[in-house]
């Protein structure tokens, strides 16, 4: 369980945050949704301990400054939204700095096999050898969520669930890899371990998400099942467009239809 | 056929087996440069592996033979290996913690701080009291040179750390600055200095290993080896944090930490290195650089060979300098840099499409 306390955060003198709850249970996938500037990368940056705030986020409990750099490492992995890397990394070498992270020491026998299945489980198989800096956006992205599974492989750890923390993890992926993250963020929930993830296909998010938090305008808005947050006229006035929630029979979910604004007249 | 059965293919992405191979050629490259060292100068016909073994109790050599190698060339191939290996390693470290091929100690305002200590010796030294000048004798320039080293860190650290977080960025900036203020300073002292204080000047900012002795060896080298021990500490950090500060905070790297440890040790290392040696430029950056080319940026095998690369260098360049203006001696500085400068240039040409993606 991750749960975030009155959460505020400012940046200078404007408030980005103002007293949000946010919690998440193992087992689900939760996201996090809102416009532009509503603070859901801020609040997951909370969450981590990047950004400074006022409240409380806890892990089973913890509170997070309890916890040292190395028992946060072992029990929860965060993807950042672009990932940068200054030297000339391999894709390989890259996904097994995953490996020793969480690790008090750098011995890493018996687990030098997971970074190739973690590159193929994200669809880079024969990848390795090749530079991270000529990757493709979308390529450089899954190369990074490889080395984050890599650092928290098994979802459940001496009976601790262990965290998958992706920010926009599909932003930069075409539809097809976009289904299979969201998948496999998925699966790493059923098998136990917790997903909290800031995105901003509301599409995607009915399809995978257990639970949805809405933020707007720094202040959650709503909480709760995709079927019970995305209704019409909420996600319309958050979003500021026309917005019309359907429930087409394949997959019992909603579905979101944008509507331009000559045919909403 | 059998042999390629036997050995598996070395994997694809993994150059850990190079850096490795790498490593065992460099080690052998250090021994035979350190043994050309002790043969290389005027007195040609010097027994050194007699001396050698003499002094292993195999043998015997001639005392005049003894002292050249024992006394004369040990001292300098030695103050060479450690302060080559010394500037490659903090050169690295430096790189990894600026996340730039570019960072040198330099930036962080150790050498013109080291140089400030050592100008400042050189001319007002004589202004010291007797009884001071007495006690710390020949030692005054290189100390003053390391206190003047560790001083401007210290301080250029402070002033980047604010609620217990050091900020990369505004150390490179405040470096800029500070590095230009103690540039000034120098700059008057230089000013004031007699003409043969500024002869001296211009020979310690050139660099030279041809002062080692055993004496300034023994008190420069503990703090350098101290360092160089230190850096294998830093190598998962330092691969972390390629990524960032924040993403290697999150693989459970102590950045705060790690960035104290790595700012302290190389302004140990190259204040030492620069106290006994004086300025000697471009074998920080260079030798990680070719390094990276050749095996990648890990710095767990980065850091070993840059240490082995940068002795050897620096050892070649000691014996260049010895023989390019014979019998008299080149600054190594000099050398190092017309060395290094073409050959980061040629580094720099053929990598451009790298550099500018």
């Known amino acids: 369980m991750i749960t975030a306390t009155d959460i505020t955060v400012h940046f200078g003198t404007r408030k980005v945050l103002d007293r949000v709850h946010f919690s998440a249970a193992?087992?689900?996938?939760?996201?996090?949704?809102?416009?532009?500037?509503?603070?859901?990368?801020?609040?997951?940056?909370?969450?981590?301990?990047?950004?400074?705030?006022?409240?409380?986020?806890?892990?089973?409990?913890?509170?997070?400054?309890?916890?040292?750099?190395?028992?946060?490492?072992?029990?929860?992995?965060?993807?950042?939204?672009?990932?940068?890397?200054?030297?000339?990394?391999?894709?390989?070498?890259?996904?097994?700095?995953?490996?020793?992270?969480?690790?008090?020491?750098?011995?890493?026998?018996?687990?030098?096999h997971l970074p190739r299945t973690a590159l193929t489980r994200v669809g880079l198989?024969?990848?390795?050898?090749?530079?991270?800096?000529?990757?493709?956006?979308?390529?450089?992205?899954?190369?990074?969520?490889?080395?984050?599974?890599?650092?928290?492989?098994?979802?459940?750890?001496?009976?601790?669930?262990?965290?998958?923390?992706?920010?926009?993890?599909?932003?930069?992926?075409?539809?097809?890899?976009?289904?299979?993250?969201?998948?496999?963020?998925r699966?790493?929930?059923?098998?136990?371990?917790?997903?909290?993830?800031?995105?901003?296909?509301?599409?995607?998010?009915?399809?995978?998400?257990?639970?949805?938090?809405?933020?707007?305008?720094g202040e959650v808005q709503a909480e709760g099942t995709p079927q019970e947050v995305f209704t019409d006229g909420r996600l319309s006035a958050c979003y500021g467009c026309s917005l019309r929630t359907n429930t087409p029979p394949p997959t019992g979910g909603p579905w979101i239809l944008p509507q331009a604004s000559q045919l909403s007249m | 056929m059998a042999i390629a059965e036997t050995r598996p293919a070395p994997l694809a992405g993994d150059r850990r087996d190079k850096a490795r191979a790498l490593r065992l050629v460099l080690l052998v490259l250090l021994g035979l440069t350190m043994l050309l060292g002790l043969g290389w100068g005027a007195a040609g016909d010097t027994d050194v592996i007699g001396a050698l073994m003499a002094k292993a109790g195999i043998g015997e050599a001639s005392l005049r033979d003894m002292t050249i190698v024992w006394d004369i060339r040990m001292p300098r191939v030695l103050t060479g290996a450690?302060?080559?290996?010394?500037?490659?390693?903090?050169?690295?470290?430096?790189?990894?913690?600026?996340?730039?091929?570019?960072?040198?100690?330099?930036?962080?305002?150790?050498?013109?701080?080291?140089?400030?200590?050592?100008?400042?010796?050189?001319?007002?030294?004589?202004?010291?009291?007797?009884?001071?000048?007495?006690?710390?004798?020949?030692?005054?320039?290189?100390?003053?040179?390391?206190?003047?080293?560790?001083?401007?860190?210290?301080?250029?650290?402070?002033?980047?750390?604010?609620?217990?977080?050091?900020?990369v960025a505004t150390m490179l900036l405040a470096g800029i600055a500070l590095g230009a203020l103690t540039g000034a300073l120098t700059g008057f002292i230089v000013y004031k200095a007699t003409d043969d204080q500024l002869r001296d000047l211009t020979f310690w900012g050139m660099g030279s290993v041809a002062g080692a002795t055993w004496a300034k060896l023994l008190t420069a080298g503990p703090i350098i080896a101290l360092a160089l021990l230190a850096a294998p500490f830093l190598a998962r950090a330092l691969d972390a944090l390629a990524l960032g500060e924040a993403v290697a905070s999150h693989m459970g790297i102590?950045?705060?930490?790690?960035?104290?440890?790595?700012?302290?040790?190389?302004?140990?290392?190259?204040?030492?290195?620069?106290?006994?040696?004086?300025?000697?430029?471009?074998?920080?950056?260079?030798?990680?650089?070719?390094?990276?080319?050749?095996?990648?940026?890990?710095?767990?095998?980065?850091?070993?060979?840059?240490a082995l690369l940068g002795a050897i260098t620096l050892l070649l360049a000691d014996m260049i300098s010895r023989v390019v203006v014979a019998p008299a001696e080149l600054p190594i500085g000099i050398v190092t840099a017309c060395l290094g400068g073409p050959f980061f240039l040629w580094i720099l040409l053929k990598n451009r499409a790298l550099l500018e993606s």
């Open chain 2, 82 to 167: 450690l302060v080559g290996a010394a500037l490659a390693v903090a050169g690295a470290v430096m790189q990894g913690l600026f996340r730039n091929p570019l960072a040198d100690p330099g930036l962080v305002g150790v050498s013109a701080g080291a140089g400030f200590g050592a100008v400042a010796a050189i001319v007002l030294g004589g202004l010291l009291p007797l009884a001071l000048q007495n006690l710390v004798g020949s030692y005054l320039i290189p100390v003053a040179a390391f206190l003047g080293g560790w001083l401007s860190t210290i301080v250029l650290y402070k002033i980047a750390t604010r609620g217990g977080r050091t900020s």
């Open chain 1, 125 to 185: 198989e024969g990848f390795e050898g090749r530079m991270v800096q000529e990757l493709s956006g979308g390529e450089r992205q899954r190369a990074q969520l490889a080395r984050v599974l890599v650092q928290i492989w098994e979802p459940v750890l001496d009976g601790h669930p262990r965290w998958l923390i992706l920010d926009e993890p599909v932003s930069a992926l075409d539809i097809g890899h976009q289904l299979a993250v969201m998948e496999l963020a």
């Open chain 2, 254 to 306: 102590d950045t705060q930490r790690m960035k104290r440890i790595a700012i302290l040790s190389v302004a140990g290392s190259v204040g030492a290195s620069v106290a006994i040696t004086g300025g000697i430029g471009f074998i920080g950056i260079v030798v990680p650089h070719l390094l990276r080319l050749l095996q990648g940026p890990e710095h767990r095998n980065l850091l070993p060979n840059a």
């Open chain 1, 187 to 217: 699966d790493y929930a059923r098998r136990g371990g917790g997903v909290i993830a800031v995105m901003h296909d509301l599409n995607l998010t009915a399809m995978f998400a257990d639970r949805v938090t809405l933020l707007g305008g």
């Open chain 1, 26 to 112: 193992a087992g689900d996938v939760t996201a996090i949704v809102g416009p532009n500037g509503s603070g859901k990368t801020t609040l997951l940056r909370a969450i981590t301990g990047e950004q400074a705030f006022d409240g409380e986020v806890a892990l089973d409990g913890v509170p997070l400054p309890h916890l040292s750099p190395l028992d946060l490492a072992q029990r929860r992995a965060v993807l950042p939204q672009s990932g940068s890397i200054a030297f000339p990394f391999t894709v390989l070498e890259l996904v097994r700095l995953g490996l020793t992270a969480g690790l008090a020491t750098g011995r890493t026998e018996g687990l030098e």
